[in-house]
């Protein structure tokens, strides 16, 4: 369902926007860069000009969706056409324009989107957040131990991003001031504090995965010593941290809503497949390129609390997330908390 558009206007929105978003999607993106991999065979959409595109950044967030890739690819004219899109500037330029219909998003990215104008409409937690910190066994930090980190320095990926105001959030609830208990430092992005982490030249660190299984093999002094979406459920009004969500066009929604209820039934299975075949989703991961190897796969998927959390339950609580972003950062989620229109709840 592609909108017909003038591509001068397309393309002055389309630059607005990624100024606004870049810095939001440097700390959830994957490692590798390139051009997006379309996941959907030919022949199986061929003649199909009314198909529904669906997309997902390259990362984490595609993991859930690889079952559904795979099933889809020899499907004769299917409705759906899936994406695993390599770059943010990509996936803003195709949801403005109306080339996805459906995507997967930091759920903050969704909301900024929605407040600067973008038709969409979120309808479920499709993730419940990657983020971790990581230390030098040689600290002695034990897990979980708030008060070990005074006085130390702790690197943080991109100020202002999901990972930054997470940690500060939890680090304050826990009695912590962070600007005399702790050095932030945001000198490095998760590359750079990945490889940082495992040359031994930083100490304590908040990693996404896979950059966490990575560093923890590549350098055996390294740890886990707090998992950040566990923390987050022991101080929140929620359990989960929605850090990914699926959005859908209101077009799509307006037009379409049994090819949508198709589809959601389907990625839910598909979300249940991957966590509990992780190997088998790693090797379908690693064929389309997302920046998951097969290699690693059965420890990075446990960790990335793949779910699919719709309805009622998922508004909720997206909208005690927000409210915590738009306290930290309210740029972060374009200026204020979406309205009611902002969910899609059947």
Not at 113 to 131: C, P, Q, S
Not at 155 to 170: M, N, Q, V
Not at 197 to 204: K, P, Q, S
Not at 321 to 342: A, H, M, R, T, V
Request: aromatic content about 8%; overall charge negative.
């Amino acid at each position: 369902m592609k909108k017909s558009v003038i591509l001068l206007s397309l393309m002055t929105i389309a630059v607005a926007f990624l100024l606004i978003f870049t810095g939001c999607f440097s700390a959830v993106t994957s490692e590798n860069a390139g051009e997006s991999v379309q996941a959907s065979a030919e022949s199986g959409n061929a003649g199909n000009d009314n198909r529904i595109n669906i997309g997902a950044l390259r990362g984490p967030s595609s993991i859930g969706m690889v079952g559904l890739i795979e099933s889809n690819k020899d499907v004769k004219d299917s409705m759906f056409s899936y994406e695993i899109i390599a770059s943010p500037d990509i996936m803003v330029t195709r949801i403005l324009s109306g080339e996805t219909d459906i995507a997967v998003l930091p759920t903050n990215v969704a909301a900024k989107l929605y407040n600067k104008g973008a038709e969409i409409r979120m309808a479920a937690i499709v993730g419940g957040g990657v983020l971790y910190l990581v230390s030098n066994k040689k600290l002695e930090i034990n897990r979980s131990d708030w008060d070990a980190l005074k006085g130390q320095k702790v690197y943080l990926i991109a100020k202002g991003s999901t990972p930054d105001i997470a940690f500060r959030y939890l680090a304050e609830s826990n009695g912590l001031n962070i600007a005399k208990d702790i050095t932030a430092d945001y000198s490095f992005d998760q590359i750079e504090l990945t490889q940082m982490m495992i040359a031994g030249n930083a100490d304590l660190g908040i990693l996404p995965e896979p950059f966490v299984t990575n560093s923890l093999k590549s350098n055996k002094d390294l740890e886990i010593i707090m998992d950040i979406q566990e923390e987050w459920g022991k101080v929140s009004k929620q359990h989960i941290l929605p850090q990914t969500c699926l959005v859908i066009s209101k077009e799509l929604i307006d037009n379409d809503s049994s090819a949508i209820d198709e589809f959601i039934s389907e990625y839910s299975k598909s979300i249940d497949w991957a966590n509990n075949n992780p190997k088998d989703a790693g090797k379908l991961a690693e064929g389309f390129e997302i920046g998951i190897k097969e290699a690693i796969a059965e420890e990075v998927i446990p960790r990335c609390n793949l779910m699919f959390e719709s309805g009622d339950n998922a508004k909720s609580i997206t909208e005690d997330y927000l409210e915590i972003l738009n306290q930290f950062s309210p740029d972060d989620i374009g200026g204020k908390i979406p309205g009611e229109e902002f969910y899609y709840v059947k």
